[in-house]
Each structure stands twice: as structure tokens, then as C-alpha cells.
């Protein structure tokens, strides 16, 4: 699990204060107003830590979170009171925030915890990598796109990174990944291209091709064309919890921001000397100076 949470996005205010702020916002509550359900959830979890026997609070806590499926009593401030106003569904980042509490706690305690929740689903060990059971978009790869698709004119240009690092990388990263995909599979490919003869296509993988080297691109067709079924699979083996699993799918604490994008291959550095250096996305200097030539000996 990821060891970040997104729980300080909601409660921790924090924003671009200006004087209408503090003339208006006299009240705490008020600012917070629509996580009161949140916050009231946050105070049971921290005051089970002072109680006389903290387990028992912690089970109740946990056990009440899994009957509901995370539905639970809402609030709203009505003339500086707090009043109840029935139930409110939390959504998948709180969850999220419960179940990393839960997993950060000792293996004894986790233990403990889980055999009393009764038909506990959502906390027990499990990876983040989880949600990536049913992901086709990283199927594709040098081991499934087939050489003679020299330029990726039949199938989708391959990422080259493993599934389950996909939602672990920025953008920038992935950008980068896919442009240097670009250049290097067509090299790869064309190298390749000598080992197959014959007309080549995509149905050569549907037929006996003997000594032609083809990939086998029907597993991405059987994955894609299979994909809607493997959800319903899913959402009814794994039920209340099968949302939360694909919650993962698109998590990503590395990249709060999706609009970043930048690629460059070649950009400037200041060195200590304060002279600006050429240098490649791997901070190799691109314009060294050889140092018998005539520039470092002074002769023109």
C-alpha cells in the first residue's frame, strides 16, 4: 500500500488566504462543514488510542466500517450546532485513508483486528497492484507486438513498463518512457526483420507460421475482447470491495498534477562555476570539450 493519504487534501485546510477569508470564516466548523462525517470517524480512531483497552476499540471501529461498507453517520452545522442529518457514503480516498490505518498497524494487532470483523472484505494485506488484475493497457510489449509491425502501424505504441509500476510513476516518467519506446522498438524490429519471411501480417499468428518469428498478439485480442467480462467476474466474486480494487486503477500519489508534461532531450544545467551546460535527459554533457583540441590548447 502507499504510505501516503489523501485525507490532508480534504481536512488539512490549506489555501490561498486573502482578508475576506479571515473576515468571513469565524468558524472552524463552518470551513470543514461538508467532512463532518469524516472528521467525526478520524476522532473515534484517534480516541481509541487513549482507551483502557485499545483493540477492543479499534475492532469496534473497524467492524462497524465493514458492516456499513463505509456508510456512515453525517452531520451538518445548523445556527453553530452540530446536528445529524443521517447517513453520507464515504468515498474511495477515505476509505483509502482507514484501510492504510489499518495495515500501518502491527502484524499482532492486524491480526487480532481481523478475525473480529465480522465477514471482514476490506481489511486484510493486500497490495496497491491490486487494481491492476484486469489493466490491458500495459499488455502491450516487446513480447507481445509482433517484429513486423516495424512502426506500430497495427497495434498501439508499447509503454515498456511493468503493470504494476504504471501507477507508480509520474507523468514526466511515463513520457519519457514512451518517447524513448519511439526510438528504440522500430531499431529493435528492424533488426529483427531478417529472421522473418513471407507476406506477414496480423493473422500470421492465427496460422502455423513455422520458422517466422511472430509474437503471440492473440493474448492482447483475448484480454481486450474479454475485458467487460472479467469486471462482471469480478464485481460479483469480489462484491462491496470490487469498486474499491479498481479505485486503484487510476491512483497515482506521484503525479498530483496531470496537467504537468514536459519532455526534454536536451536542456541546460548551471554548473558551480556558474557557466550553463548543455546535458541529455540522463545529465550527460552533451557539448564536452575534448581536451587536446586546439579550443583548450588556445590555438586558432
Do not use: W
Request: proline share 3%; hydrophobic share 40%.
Amino acid at each position: 500500500m502507499s504510505t501516503s493519504t489523501l485525507l490532508p487534501e480534504y481536512v488539512g485546510i490549506i489555501q490561498d488566504t486573502s482578508l475576506d477569508f479571515y473576515n468571513n470564516s469565524t468558524n472552524l466548523l463552518a470551513i470543514l462543514g461538508d467532512y463532518l462525517a469524516e472528521i467525526n470517524e478520524n476522532i473515534k480512531f484517534n480516541k481509541s488510542l487513549v482507551t483502557t483497552n485499545v483493540l477492543s476499540s479499534y475492532t469496534v471501529l473497524y467492524n462497524e466500517l465493514n458492516k456499513t461498507n463505509f456508510t456512515i453517520p453525517d452531520f451538518q452545522l445548523v445556527n453553530g450546532q452540530v446536528v445529524p442529518t443521517g447517513v453520507k457514503q464515504l468515498d474511495n480516498q477515505f476509505i483509502l485513508y482507514f484501510v492504510e490505518k489499518y495495515l500501518s498497524l502491527a502484524d499482532s494487532y492486524k491480526t487480532t483486528i481481523s478475525k473480529n470483523i465480522t465477514n471482514n472484505s476490506y481489511f486484510a494485506p493486500f497490495s496497491d497492484d491490486i487494481g491492476c488484475i484486469i489493466e490491458t493497457t500495459t499488455i502491450l510489449d516487446d513480447n507481445t507486438v509482433p517484429y513486423f509491425d516495424i512502426f506500430t502501424q497495427n497495434y498501439l505504441l508499447p509503454i515498456n513498463i511493468p503493470t504494476t509500476l504504471l501507477n507508480k510513476v509520474s507523468l514526466n516518467e511515463k513520457l519519457i518512457l514512451k518517447a524513448f519506446s519511439f526510438y528504440t522498438d522500430p531499431l529493435l524490429r528492424s533488426n529483427l526483420y531478417g529472421l522473418q519471411t513471407g507476406n506477414l501480417n496480423a493473422n500470421t499468428a492465427q496460422t502455423s507460421h513455422g520458422t517466422n518469428l511472430i509474437n503471440d498478439v492473440l493474448y492482447y485480442k483475448r484480454a481486450v475482447s474479454n475485458h467487460h467480462d472479467f469486471l462482471v467476474v469480478m464485481q460479483v466474486t469480489l462484491n462491496i470491495i470490487a469498486d474499491f480494487i479498481l479505485f486503484f486503477e487510476n491512483l497515482n500519489p506521484r503525479d498530483q498534477n496531470p496537467e504537468r508534461k514536459a519532455v526534454f532531450y536536451k536542456y541546460y544545467i548551471t554548473n558551480m562555476e556558474n557557466l550553463q551546460v548543455q546535458v541529455d535527459v540522463l545529465k550527460n554533457v552533451l557539448n564536452q570539450t575534448i581536451l587536446s583540441s586546439s579550443a583548450v590548447l588556445g590555438v586558432s
